[in-house]
């Protein structure tokens, strides 16, 4: 009697491990700024995204800014492995003024899991993104 509620324990302990695996992958990616967010002075407002077609990986973002000041986009193309994710492919656009844009793609294998880590500067402030497919 002991060992099979000791093996009902395990079992659902395993069950619930695996939901909350999936979970947090599911709830990992942010999402994009409300465009009345007045928690910024310069960033005013931002989105991102990544799209995979067969072996290729799509990844765009966009940043705009409340007043002309110096822009940053750098995007990160990481791919999961079993000790967390590494960044597989970054791209990086820069310029100043009142907005940006970033694009790139890459060959990926669609068997792995991937995400988009974005970080948007503008002047002084910064915020960094997760996006998923």
């Known amino acids: 009697m002991t060992k099979r509620i000791l093996s009902l324990v395990l079992a659902l302990t395993a069950l619930f491990s695996a939901f909350g ?45 409340r007043t002309s000041t110096s822009l940053k986009i750098k ?23 009142k907005s940006l844009s970033a694009s790139g793609s890459k060959l990926i294998n669609p068997l792995s899991s991937y995400r988009l880590k974005i970080t948007f500067t503008a002047g002084s402030e910064s915020i960094t993104v997760y996006k998923h497919p």
């Open 21 to 65: 695996t999936f979970n947090a992958f599911a709830t990992d990616s942010d999402a994009d700024n409300d465009p009345g967010d007045m928690r910024y002075t310069y960033i005013d407002n931002y989105s991102g995204s990544i799209k995979l077609s067969g072996i290729t990986a799509s990844c765009s973002a966009s940043l705009s800014a």
């Open 75 to 97: 995007m990160e193309l990481q791919k999961y492995y079993t000790s967390g994710y590494e960044t597989v492919k970054t791209w990086t656009e820069s310029k100043t003024g």
